[in-house]
Every structure is written in C-alpha cells, then in structure tokens.
C-alpha cells in the first residue's frame, strides 16, 4: 500500500522534480489546490510589498529553490532554479544548444531584458514555449530558472473533448 504523504512534514529536496508539460512538475500538478502541498513541501509563504498595483505572493518550497505562485488558492506557475528534469535532464544550467536538443524544440519568442543596475552584468535572455507553458530565463548562456504553467487553452479543449 502506498503512504499517504499529503499529511507528512517534509520539504521538497526529497522529490523528484520532473515535468510533464502542461500537467505538473515533480509532485505538484497544476489547477491543485495549494493546500494538498503545503505539509508535504514544507511550504513558506512570502509576501512582498504591493508594486504598481499588483500585490504578489507565493509559496517557497522548502528544500529545494522552488516557488509555487496561486490563482485563487490553485497552483497556477512553478518557478526553478535549481531542478528541472526533461528526458531524464536537469535543464537548469543547460546551453541554449543543450535546452533546444532536451526540449526537441525552438523557442516560439526570444527577448532580451537588461535588469543590471551598473551595466556591468550582461542581459538575461528570455525564452517562450507556448504550447509547452514554458519561460526560460538565460544568463551568461546557461539556463538560470525556467518558470512553468499549463496552457489554459489546451485544458478547455480537453474539458469540451470530453464532454
């Protein structure tokens, strides 16, 4: 018989972290209430101030640098920067080339953001996988965090598929 983890206190550095797009990453599935993860991640709220309007929190997994960002209470994003396994891979710390041969695909955007304050720290190149739900953050060539969701749309046509 399996053991029930949803009550266990734990932290996520025990889990494996691999991605199913558009369904999950490692133990927390997309469109899942936060509550189901919150012992067993060890999960932290964080708060930050409001900016332009927008209040913003979110989960920090406790283990391991992962957020876990909600839409009324359900995972909505999962953000790494330490593990995220494709094809038997951790793709944070990959090539541009070594992501596009993992993923076995091109990026649908590409775009470059300077968030450095002295000019001294080179750009980071950002990435967009629509159909995949996927963000990849690049600095200095090499993945630095990659921020995963589920494509809303696919879920619809799924839903009305089954219907």
Known sequence: MAED???QETDGAGFLWDWVPNERLGPVSFGAPISDYTSMLGLELEHYEEVAGYKESHFKVSGVDIDIYIQDS???TIISREV???NDANVIESTMEELTRILGTEPDEKDELDLSVDDETA???VLDYHDLGLQVWLLNGKVESISCSHDAETEV??????D
């Open 5 to 7: 983890l949803s009550t």
């Open 123 to 125: 750009p980071y190149q």
């Open 84 to 86: 995220f396994m494709w």
């Open 74 to 76: 359900l995972v909505d």
């Open 157 to 162: 046509e799924l839903e009305t598929e089954t």
